[in-house]
């Protein structure tokens, strides 16, 4: 693990599945720190789910109060509709991963490629994987995609620090759903743009 990159958070499982353990290790070990980072660690954030086991079970949802999260389950069979990896995230993360990769290989000789362990290649695929998170990151419109699949609410609500009626687009992210709740005029959605490390999950 030492010389996995850190930008990263690893989790292993046998089959590299989501299971009721590694769903659990997620919300102490990713979700928790991701708050932290993003700001208002002390505010109830609302977490989009796509129904898998691990994430509706009850230790699961115990944990998540715990790190101040709120479970909200999109519905069944619904996830390239509603969730923003299917709606260019994920194919812009792998079509950079790949980019990183091949120029990682480029750089060495054949002989060395083929010398390579499983673990070395792990560990290069670590690295190339949090370089292409950190590029989508500053490059991928999530605030723009969140609109498109539902998730920003319209609301009009008086504003106590300017004194007068405000209407203002907000998003509802892992970021802090009661973010700003006094001023509309001056909440901005936090989306992902740092300090949030890529979830990777590896099988063992």
Same mark, same amino acid.
């Given at each position: 693990?030492?010389?996995?990159?850190?930008?990263? @958070?690893?989790?292993?499982?046998?089959?590299?599945?989501?299971?009721?353990?590694?769903?659990?290790?997620?919300?102490? $070990?990713? @979700?928790?720190?991701?708050?932290? #980072?993003?700001?208002?660690?002390?505010?109830?954030?609302?977490?989009?789910?796509?129904?898998?086991?691990? +994430?509706?079970? #009850? /230790? @699961?949802?115990?944990?998540?109060?715990?790190?101040?999260?709120?479970?909200?389950?999109?519905?069944?069979?619904? !996830?390239?509709?509603?969730?923003?990896?299917?709606?260019?995230? $994920?194919?812009?993360?792998? =079509?950079?991963?790949?980019?990183?990769? /091949?120029?990682?290989?480029?750089?060495?000789?054949?002989? +060395? %490629?083929?010398?390579?362990?499983?673990?070395?290649?792990?560990?290069? &695929?670590?690295?190339?994987? *949090?370089?292409?998170?950190?590029?989508? *990151? +500053?490059?991928?419109? &999530?605030?723009?995609?969140?609109?498109?699949?539902?998730?920003?609410?319209?609301? *009009?609500?008086p504003c106590?620090?300017? #004194?007068?009626p405000t209407?203002?687009?907000?998003? %509802?992210?892992?970021?802090?759903?009661?973010?700003?709740s006094t001023?509309? *005029?001056?909440?901005?959605?936090?989306?992902? !743009?740092?300090? %949030? =490390?890529?979830?990777? =999950? %590896?099988?063992?």
């Open positions: 693990m030492q010389k996995y990159d850190k930008r990263g @958070f690893y989790q292993f499982q046998k089959k590299a599945w989501y299971d009721r353990t590694t769903c659990c290790e997620w919300v102490d $070990g990713n @979700f928790r720190p991701a708050r932290l #980072a993003l700001g208002h660690p002390d505010k109830l954030a609302l977490l989009f789910m796509d129904n898998l086991d691990g +994430q509706k079970c #009850a /230790e @699961f949802k115990r944990r998540l109060e715990r790190a101040k999260g709120a479970a909200h389950y999109t519905p069944a069979n619904m !996830t390239d509709d509603l969730q923003l990896v299917d709606k260019g995230l $994920g194919k812009m993360l792998k =079509s950079k991963i790949a980019i990183n990769i /091949e120029a990682a290989t480029r750089e060495m000789n054949p002989m +060395q %490629v083929h010398a390579m362990t499983p673990e070395d290649r792990r560990i290069m &695929f670590t690295k190339c994987a *949090c370089d292409a998170w950190e590029l989508v *990151c +500053q490059t991928y419109d &999530f605030e723009g995609n969140f609109d498109k699949i539902g998730g920003t609410i319209n609301r *009009c609500a106590s620090a300017c #004194a007068r209407r203002a687009r907000r998003s %509802v992210t892992i970021a802090d759903c009661d973010a700003h001023c509309m *005029c001056t909440w901005r959605p936090a989306f992902p !743009t740092c300090g %949030v =490390s890529l979830t990777i =999950s %590896v099988a063992t």
